[in-house]
């Protein structure tokens, strides 16, 4: 299942300048996401990150990541209307720098969940080639 910029706002919170996903091209509901963010030289963090080398946060990709992980546990029929905080981020890896141009493509499989707390495995790439690797935890509102 695929969902456009639209139908992603209907499940994810976050707006602009927060939304930081552009297209889910794959999901199942409380299991995984796999989505895609177009990054553009027309970003504010670029003004600042750096000027004179466009390098996309670190910080920025984990949100990213963490929103694709949003889309799989959100999409679940009790979920739905209800917000996902993140609980923490452990063993994050930054294995490449992500540009203007690039298409980085995420995916977010659940592995465990527990009441309103769940664990996600994160990976975000670059022309096939891993940029970030992280495990995520969230907490339902």
């Not at 009790?78 to 298409?103: S, T």
């Not at 592995?111 to 940029?131: C, L, R, S």
Request: glycine share 10%; with cysteine; proline share 5%.
């Amino acid at each position: 299942m695929e969902l456009n910029s639209n139908q992603i706002q209907e499940i994810n919170p976050h707006r602009y300048p927060f939304a930081l996903v552009d297209r889910i091209i794959d999901y199942k509901p409380g299991e995984y996401a796999k989505g895609i963010k177009c990054v553009s030289v027309n970003e504010m963090h670029f003004c600042g990150h750096f000027p004179s080398h466009h390098v996309m946060p670190g910080v920025l990709i984990v949100e990213a990541l963490a929103q694709v992980g949003c889309i799989a546990i959100l999409s679940k029929e009790e979920n739905k209307g209800k917000i996902a905080f993140f609980g923490g981020i452990k063993n994050c890896r930054f294995k490449g720098q992500v540009i203007p141009g690039d298409v980085l493509e995420m995916e977010c499989v659940l592995t465990k969940q527990k009441g309103p707390v769940g664990i996600g495995e994160a990976i975000a790439k670059v022309d096939g080639k891993v940029v970030c690797k992280a495990e995520l935890t969230f907490a339902i509102q």
